[in-house]
């Protein structure tokens, strides 16, 4: 089994920038991929960010060269550093992790952009 805990979400201007955590423990093995996925209010869960293991990260179009995903291994943790925020990237955001024992969700973080 494994525990995703999100946190670094908040209330932010837009143009200004959060860092996400997710911090990662329990059974980790063999993960095929992870990443960071975000729900707004009345809409789908969509993928922001993600890598296989050994691969490129891809990002959602909306959020290239602005937010950027990366993680401390020694750590088990996963960031998502954002920069630029706007309005519409109002949403609740969750860490997710694919491994060959299941897949795993944290409880998501919730992040506003306004003024």
């Known amino acids: 089994q494994v525990q995703l805990v999100e946190s670094g979400g908040g209330l932010v201007q837009p143009g200004g920038s959060l860092r996400l955590s997710c911090a990662a423990s329990g059974s980790i093995s063999a993960i095929n991929n992870m990443g960071w996925y975000r729900q707004a209010p009345g809409q789908q869960r969509e993928l922001v960010a993600a890598?296989?293991?050994?691969?490129?990260?891809m990002y959602a179009d909306s959020v290239k060269g602005r937010f950027t995903f990366s993680r401390d291994s020694a750590k088990n943790t996963l960031y998502l550093q954002m920069d630029s925020l706007k309005p519409e990237d109002t949403a609740d955001y969750y860490c997710h992790m694919d491994t060959v024992r299941g897949e795993y969700w944290g409880q998501g973080t919730q992040v506003t952009v306004s003024s």
């Open positions: 890598t296989a293991i050994g691969g490129m990260t």
